[in-house]
């Protein structure tokens, strides 16, 4: 009986025991995902990049191969010279000396602003909710501070008439500094511009690197804590490991904002006294400006950003190295 009911049952037409149907087809729409309009979408932001980016940076590249003067700025016809502009910039020897002069000054600066962006981002996590408020806001506000009303107000801090350090100091008993001019020495004029690098870095430094101390699940502080390791080994071996990405990006970027700082020490010094601050950067422009050789000018922003790329090449080979080792 059993057979014969289930050989009454009727049977779907065209479709065999043991069988399923196939899945409906997807419609043509999300097979081509929508045609060209994402790209003609897209399309603005990515020519305007080109012009914006792109195209400046291969306009110097050609200019740095050209005979290019004030002369052919205005007719416009200019001709290759080939290496001839990199041969007499290499050879300068107020190139070489600008160059190691950067690479002092973006050292120092980079140290100080990881030092005590680091030691900001730690005191702030230990904070309690209404301070932790206040340390971030200041932050944020030193932070959107424009950098020429930033550079106005350390010029005017360091005045040797009317500045208030001056007057601070010669209140505390140090008559030495009165009417001292700050921005005439070179030593003191550098100190100062590496003052108002630092203030003015800090902020995204210690925001980005508190953003990552609070990733690190406290879990493994306790745990350290519990084997005895103290404060600082807690730091090594356990906080820096679970935040070296972002300190190694944060890292990268104050190489680059540095390395090429240009509107602080044109602003407040120009590069004086003499060449007491000039970096590459004030030196590019200095070149292009002041004897009107655009050729040179470019020639020496290209030889800015080879050895910038050269020194963030070798530090991420070291970086990939390590994680390697890992």
């Not at 981002?121 to 209404?130: K, N, P, S």
């Not at 301070?131 to 932050?139: D, E, F, K, P, Y």
């Not at 870095?201 to 609070?214: D, E, G, H, M, R």
């Not at 422009?285 to 004897?291: F, I, K, P, S, Y």
Request: net charge positive.
């Amino acid at each position: 009986m059993s057979a014969i009911r289930e050989r009454a049952v009727p049977r779907p037409a065209g479709r065999r025991p043991g069988r399923t149907s196939p899945p409906p087809a997807a419609p043509r729409a999300s097979r081509d995902r929508g045609g060209p309009w994402p790209y003609l979408l897209v399309a603005p932001a990515v020519l305007g990049m080109l012009y914006l980016l792109v195209y400046p940076l291969i306009r110097a590249v050609l200019i740095s191969f050209q005979d290019f003067r004030l002369r052919q700025l205005i007719s416009g016809h200019a001709k290759f010279v080939g290496f001839a502009n990199y041969r007499t910039l290499l050879t300068d020897p107020r190139f070489w000396t600008v160059v190691r002069r950067t690479f002092v000054f973006m050292a120092v600066n980079v140290v100080l602003i990881m030092v005590i962006a680091l030691l900001v981002a730690l005191m702030t996590e230990r904070l309690g909710r209404i301070w932790r408020t206040a340390v971030l806001s200041s932050l944020v506000l030193a932070w959107a501070m424009p950098v020429v009303a930033a550079t106005t107000v350390f010029q005017w801090l360091f005045h040797s008439e009317f500045g208030v350090v001056n007057w601070a100091l010669t209140s505390l008993g140090f008559d030495s500094f009165a009417h001292y001019p700050w921005f005439a020495h070179g030593t003191a004029a550098f100190a100062i511009l590496v003052l108002l690098v630092v203030w003015q870095s800090v902020p995204f430094a210690a925001i980005t690197l508190y953003s990552a101390l609070t990733t690190v699940p406290a879990e493994l502080h306790e745990s350290a804590r519990l084997d005895g390791a103290g404060a600082l080994r807690v730091l090594g071996s356990v906080t820096f490991p679970m935040i070296r990405p972002i300190v190694m990006l944060v890292l990268c970027l104050e190489v680059i904002w540095t390395f090429k700082a240009f509107t602080q020490i044109w602003v407040m010094t120009r590069g004086g006294p003499g060449d007491a601050t000039t970096i590459l950067p004030v030196y590019a422009v200095q070149t292009a400006l002041a004897g009107q050789r655009y050729d040179l000018g470019s020639a020496a922003s290209m030889v800015t950003v080879v050895l910038m790329s050269g020194v963030l090449v070798l530090y991420f080979r070291q970086m990939f190295r390590q994680e390697d080792e890992l």
